[in-house]
């Protein structure tokens, strides 16, 4: 890969982060677990578990 390419990706991943979620690598993370605790990522799990019975 060309450094003019490397420089390129970084830019399109950071454009990626200030409007998308998706981490600096470029992998997408789901708006509904994005920033939350552990804990807090449980009880939704737990939530939407519950939703389908």
Same mark, same amino acid.
């Given at each position: 890969?060309?450094? $003019? $390419?490397?420089?390129?990706?970084? #830019? #399109?991943? %950071? &454009?990626?982060?200030?409007? #998308? $979620?998706?981490?600096?690598? %470029?992998?997408?993370?789901?708006?509904?677990?994005?920033?939350?605790?552990?804990?807090?990522?449980? &009880?939704?799990? $737990?939530?939407? #578990? &519950?939703?389908?019975?």
């Amino acid at each position: 890969m060309k450094k $003019d $390419d490397k420089k390129f990706a970084k #830019e #399109e991943i %950071g &454009n990626l982060e200030r409007y #998308e $979620d998706v981490t600096k690598y %470029g992998e997408f993370v789901s708006s509904y677990f994005a920033w939350i605790s552990l804990e807090e990522q449980k &009880n939704r799990v $737990d939530k939407m #578990e &519950n939703m389908t019975k």
